[in-house]
């Protein structure tokens, strides 16, 4: 039977969060770590455990159908790869910082420096498209060191809580991407490996879904129930159970993440009463 082949980062970053996600999926991965390929036990898959760095090269010759990859190395090495979907950790950005003293007022201020950085085609993309001519050097770690040995101007590297630029005297100036890990594919997948990849896609959206979702129960009088009904939307509609309590029903119902402060509020100012909140494990639509 064919085998869809992942690409997941070896250690690093992404690691823990990718096997944790296909763990979520429902998918076994036989011993892991110190193995470089580990067959699933329960779903037709192969997990290849690769340098973030060197999977758009993997994806682009075929060598794996798919990988969970940092977006920014997408964006760096792989402009003829597309992602079939975003996954929501390793959250962050790639900007250009310079030295906390120097005077910074736009990009202008650009021309003519040089900008140390792992991401040379990002930045290169970022020139060009502003119109500034800088020289860029390549260093492939500890960037964030180089203005201060005197290797460079200016920056451009990952910056998520900031702590790495505060400690080397820098700040963040401009943000040229934002990104977080992604689902790959390569441009050579074939069909029937395709609808593998739509089987395991459709797992990860559910358990996404479920993650950015809670399941909400309350009570209600019955004389209430339209208006927080509509503060309810629900999947399709919200379920109402009657109460032992005459006059009294459950409302249960699906509520987004995001919204979910804004509409306890309105739901406690309608009169709901004894609010629960669950996690959802998986959310299949
Ligand atoms: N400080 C951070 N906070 C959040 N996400 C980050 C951070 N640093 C990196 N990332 C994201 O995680 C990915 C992996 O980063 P990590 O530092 O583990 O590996 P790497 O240096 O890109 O790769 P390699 O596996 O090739 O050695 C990056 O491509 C980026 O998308
Ligand atoms: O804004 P912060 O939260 O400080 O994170 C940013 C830092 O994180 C990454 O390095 P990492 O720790 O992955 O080390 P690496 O250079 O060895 O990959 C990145 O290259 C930055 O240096
Ligand atoms: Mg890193």
């Given at each position: 039977?064919q085998k869809?082949k992942?690409?997941?980062?070896?250690?690093?970053?992404?690691?823990?969060?990718?096997?944790?996600?296909l763990?979520?999926?429902g998918?076994?991965?036989?011993n892991g770590k110190?193995q470089?390929?580990?067959?699933?036990?329960?779903?037709?898959?192969?997990?290849?455990?690769l340098?973030?760095?060197?999977i758009?090269?993997y994806l682009?010759d075929?060598?794996?159908d798919?990988?969970?990859?940092g977006?920014?190395?997408?964006v760096?090495?792989?402009?003829?790869?597309?992602?079939k979907?975003r996954?929501?950790?390793?959250?962050?950005?790639v900007?250009?910082?310079?030295?906390?003293?120097?005077?910074?007022?736009?990009?202008?201020?650009?021309?003519?420096?040089?900008?140390?950085?792992s991401?040379?085609e990002?930045v290169k993309?970022?020139?060009k498209?502003?119109?500034?001519?800088?020289?860029?050097?390549i260093?492939?770690?500890s960037?964030?060191i180089?203005?201060?040995?005197?290797?460079?101007?200016?920056?451009?590297?990952?910056?998520?809580?900031?702590?790495?630029?505060?400690k080397n005297n820098l700040?963040?100036v401009?943000?040229?991407?934002?990104?977080?890990a992604?689902l790959a594919?390569?441009?050579?997948?074939?069909?029937?490996?395709?609808t593998?990849l739509?089987k395991?896609?459709f797992?990860i959206a559910?358990?996404?879904?479920g993650?950015n979702?809670r399941?909400v129960l309350?009570?209600?009088?019955?004389?209430?129930l339209e208006?927080?009904t509509q503060?309810l939307?629900?999947?399709?509609s919200p379920?109402?159970?009657?109460?032992?309590?005459?006059?009294?029903?459950s409302?249960?119902?699906?509520?987004?993440?995001?919204?979910?402060?804004?509409?306890?509020?309105?739901l406690?100012?309608?009169?709901?009463?004894?609010?629960?909140?669950?996690p959802?494990e998986k959310?299949?639509?």
């Amino acid at each position: 039977m064919q085998k869809l082949k992942i690409a997941i980062q070896k250690s690093g970053r992404l690691n823990e969060d990718s096997l944790n996600l296909l763990k979520d999926c429902g998918i076994s991965i036989d011993n892991g770590k110190d193995q470089l390929k580990a067959d699933a036990r329960n779903f037709p898959l192969e997990v290849f455990y690769l340098r973030n760095g060197d999977i758009p090269q993997y994806l682009k010759d075929g060598v794996v159908d798919c990988a969970i990859i940092g977006e920014n190395v997408l964006v760096e090495k792989g402009q003829d790869i597309s992602m079939k979907e975003r996954l929501g950790f390793s959250t962050c950005r790639v900007s250009i910082a310079v030295p906390k003293e120097s005077e910074y007022s736009n990009s202008g201020d650009l021309n003519g420096k040089r900008i140390a950085t792992s991401y040379p085609e990002t930045v290169k993309t970022y020139l060009k498209k502003n119109n500034i001519e800088a020289d860029i050097h390549i260093i492939n770690g500890s960037v964030e060191i180089a203005p201060n040995i005197g290797l460079a101007d200016a920056i451009c590297d990952i910056v998520s809580s900031g702590s790495t630029l505060f400690k080397n005297n820098l700040k963040e100036v401009e943000v040229l991407m934002k990104s977080e890990a992604v689902l790959a594919v390569s441009p050579s997948i074939t069909s029937e490996i395709s609808t593998i990849l739509d089987k395991l896609q459709f797992r990860i959206a559910s358990v996404l879904k479920g993650k950015n979702s809670r399941y909400v129960l309350l009570n209600a009088p019955n004389e209430k129930l339209e208006e927080i009904t509509q503060i309810l939307p629900g999947m399709k509609s919200p379920t109402i159970l009657p109460l032992a309590e005459e006059g009294w029903s459950s409302i249960h119902s699906v509520v987004d993440q995001d919204k979910f402060w804004d509409i306890i509020d309105q739901l406690k100012e309608a009169g709901a009463q004894g609010i629960l909140v669950c996690p959802i494990e998986k959310m299949v639509l």
